[in-house]
């Protein structure tokens, strides 16, 4: 588990990297609130699946985790797919479909 590695702070990403991309992980969930960036910067970083998963919370105009969720959908990142807001139990659920 990898816990506040958002895009505000990218060298917290690039120290988990060894834990994204060791051989035994076959699947990676991404929750992000606020401008939802984070699932395509870690999808350019790993070579497995990512399952983004938009958060309802955040300040400013975040309107409820549609701001994050439509960032997402717009993901230049290729293999990065997105579930609705709040809906960590169909993230994980699609996770394990990958990685089966």
């Known amino acids: 588990r ?7 702070g990218l060298h917290r990403i690039l120290t988990a990297l060894p834990k994204l991309r060791d051989p035994s992980v076959g699947c990676v969930l991404v929750c992000a609130g606020m401008d939802g960036a984070l699932p395509s910067v870690v999808g350019g970083l790993v070579d497995v699946p990512v399952v983004a998963i938009p958060t309802s919370v955040g300040y400013g105009v975040s309107l409820g985790g549609i701001s994050a969720l439509l960032t997402m959908l ?11 807001v709040d809906n960590g139990f169909g993230g994980a659920v699609w996770a394990m479909k990958c990685i089966r």
């Open 2 to 8: 990898v816990y506040d590695c958002g895009v505000a």
């Open 74 to 84: 717009n993901s230049c990142s290729p293999g990065v797919g997105v579930v609705n």
